[in-house]
């Protein structure tokens, strides 16, 4: 089990950036693939981004491809969703995720690892 916490969140507007990061608890945070999701109210949580243990794969859904970049530091157990060009469609509690790396193009495989989340509000 591992425990994640979320920040950087925030209120920005249209066009503008945030840095999200995720601090995992516990030794084993390397041997995990992490995840962004997001969730919008009235919405499903959605997979965002992914990074496997290395960072050598990574997956963006198709609606942050170019403007989303998700990286992580092993060494300090922490995971980053850097958010650029956002719009208000962005707009979501985005959460962190601890869980594996699979086959095909949908490889990530969510566990039952669950930061709190961060609010994002981007302003139009």
């Known amino acids: 089990q591992v425990q994640l916490v979320e920040s950087g969140g925030g209120l920005v507007q249209a066009g503008g950036s945030l840095r999200l990061s995720c601090a995992a608890s516990?030794?084993?945070?390397?041997?995990?693939?992490m995840g962004w999701f997001r969730q919008a109210p009235g919405k499903e949580r959605e997979l965002v981004a992914a990074?496997?243990?290395?960072?050598?794969?990574?997956y963006y859904a198709d609606s942050v491809k170019g403007r989303f970049t998700i990286s992580r530091n092993n060494a300090k157990n922490t995971v980053y969703l850097q958010m650029n060009s956002l719009n208000a469609e962005d707009t979501a509690v985005y959460y962190c995720?601890?869980?594996?790396?699979?086959?095909?193009?949908?490889?990530?495989?969510?566990?039952?690892?669950w930061g709190k989340g961060t609010l994002v509000t981007v302003s139009s």
């Open positions: 516990g030794r084993t945070f390397s041997s995990y693939a």
């Open positions: 990074i496997t243990w290395n960072g050598g794969r990574t």
């Open positions: 995720n601890a869980g594996r790396d699979g086959d095909g193009s949908q490889w990530y495989r969510p566990m039952d690892n």
